[in-house]
Each structure stands twice: as C-alpha cells, then as structure tokens.
C-alpha cells in the first residue's frame, strides 16, 4: 500500500468521469504497506478506496475483484469493487491498472484480546464457507514455486544458523506441498492491520492483494501466526483457542487439516520470513516504502519449529 504512482488530484477527477459519482472532493495518500499504491478517495457524496496495481497484470484482476464482489455478495464484511459506466471493476490510470472499492469504517485492533480473536476466526470461517462457492481460481502467486525461488535468492543474505533453518524448512515444507486439503479462495493475508473495528466489533477485513486458491486451513495458519502471537513468539493460549473455536464453529476442520496445522503453522511462518528478506535484501524503488522486519517471522518460524507438537485436537 506505498506510494509507487503518483495520481495528482486533476488526473483523478478526469478518470472519475468514467464512474457514476459526485465530483472528487479530496485524494489522500495511504502509505503503508509494500504491494500496491492505495489512496483515499473522498467524494461529494462517497467514500472510496482508489488502489493502483504495481505488480499484478490485468489479466489476474477479475479473480481479486470478482473475489471482493462475490464476498460482499455473501455478507463477508469486505470492500466492494465499484464499476465503472461500462460495468468494469478496472481500468487504467497514469499505465496502472487501477480499481475502486467502498471505503470501510473503523481502524485496526493491534492489541487484540481473546474476544477480538473470536471474531476473526468466525468472520474467516463465513468467508471460506462463501468462497466455497466462487468460481474463480488463481494459483498462489507465493506457494511453492515462489518460496523456491525467493530461497534461492534469499540465501546469499543469511548467517549460517539461517541458512540452516532456511533448508531445513523448506525439506520439511515439500512433505506440505503434497498433502491435499480442502482448498478454495482465501484471504492469504489477514493481520490485523488488515481487519477493522468500530469499538469492539469487527466492521471488515481488508487488502485481498494476496487472495489465491490454497488450503484454507494455512489460511487460518497464516491468521492465527499474527493474531494469537505474544512477545515471545509463542500463541498465547486463551486467543488461539477463542480464534480456532469461533472458525470451528462455522466450518469444522477435517481431519487432515487438523493432523496438518503444526507444519501449517511453520509454513505460514516461513511465507513471510521469505517475503520480507526478499523485501529487505532485493527492495524495488517507490515513495513512502518501508520493508517490514524479516527478524520477526525467523523468530516465530523457529518458535513453530521448537514446538511443533501433536495435531490439533478437536
């Protein structure tokens, strides 16, 4: 969500005159994260999100926000897509694929207790339930060929202890990539600095820049590894039991899918080890970019990996 392509305020009021809005009131930069550029979009009378891709080719943007659409559709509290005149989600701005989705209210819990966790894992169980019946596929853009290749040129940066625990894993995680579980769209991202909350309740979870067909439980791997974690690394107890029983009571995890989360949970770790070395180490140009500390995720992957115990119970 950095700041990669500027869009001044007179080049976006005259790409607005495509869409069936009030005239641009204000256009305010969004300047964290690292994927795409994401502006606030006020209107006369709306409140918008305006993101421009700078990685993704059009061609992938029906599935993201197709996605969005479909989960809207089902009661998923997520953004949705506005369309254009023509009734298109896309189109181009300043040689950027560009999109608008409804803005939603609220702010992120970076604090969360065992109560916000429930939600979490209630509101990632409605979606996977709905995503159950979308049509779209769209193969991870960072599963196992991505991890591969972001290894590979990762390696060169390490000290030894990290190479090791960098092999090690990645040995560990091709036992991972044969293993069939229930699949379908997911989330593939959802921190919590992407899930916003009006006081105590959730209003909506955010940033689908990372949806893809996986496994849903490493969807809730992924969800749990930043939610439940405490200063130690370690999943606090209370919240990986209120987050995993919330999920478990909308979508009920089969039985490989519960012998599978300690290697789940070490793959989630892994994901984003690899990704923020490879944005720390290979970093790309853009304004108001910040790389996120790889330190942290080598920390929880060697916390998963100390104590990666039995298969989840029931």
Not at 7 to 32: G, M
Not at 107 to 117: E, W, Y
Not at 124 to 135: C, D, E, K, P, Y
Not at 215 to 220: E, F, S
């Amino acid at each position: 969500m950095s700041v990669y392509t500027k869009v001044s305020f007179d080049e976006l009021a005259a790409w607005l005159l495509r869409y069936a809005l009030s005239p641009l009131a204000d256009l305010t930069p969004i300047a964290s994260g690292i994927e795409n550029t994401n502006y606030f979009v006020t209107t006369e009378n709306e409140r918008l999100v305006l993101t421009l891709y700078e990685r993704l080719p059009a061609e992938d943007l029906p599935f993201y926000l197709n996605l969005m659409a479909h989960l809207a559709q089902h009661g998923v509290p997520a953004p949705a897509p506005i369309a254009d005149r023509s009734g298109t989600y896309f189109s181009v701005l300043n040689n950027k694929p560009a999109s608008l989705v409804t803005r939603l209210d609220g702010a992120p819990q970076l604090t969360p207790d065992a109560a916000h966790c429930a939600q979490i894992g209630r509101t990632l169980a409605q979606l996977h339930v709905a995503t159950g019946s979308f049509r779209g596929r769209h193969a991870n853009p960072r599963g196992a060929a991505w991890r591969t290749q972001a290894a590979r040129a990762v390696k060169r940066f390490l000290q030894p202890l990290q190479l090791e625990l960098l092999n090690s894993e990645m040995d560990a995680q091709r036992k991972m990539a044969r293993r069939r579980l229930p699949h379908s769209a997911i989330h593939g991202d959802l921190f919590r600095d992407n899930a916003l909350f009006v006081g105590a309740k959730l209003a909506g979870i955010i940033d689908f820049g990372f949806a893809a067909t996986d496994a849903l439980a490493y969807d809730l791997a992924i969800t749990v590894n930043d939610w439940c974690i405490d200063a130690e690394s370690e999943l606090d107890a209370k919240r990986t039991r209120a987050l995993i029983d919330a999920y478990q009571a909308v979508r009920p995890l089969t039985d490989d899918e519960r012998d599978a989360w300690p290697l789940l949970l070490r793959l989630a770790a892994l994901r984003f080890w690899l990704s923020r070395l490879y944005d720390l180490h290979l970093p790309r140009p853009g304004e108001l970019t910040h790389a996120h500390d790889p330190e942290h995720f080598e920390r929880v992957l060697r916390a998963r990996v100390a104590r990666s115990g039995p298969p989840l119970s029931r």
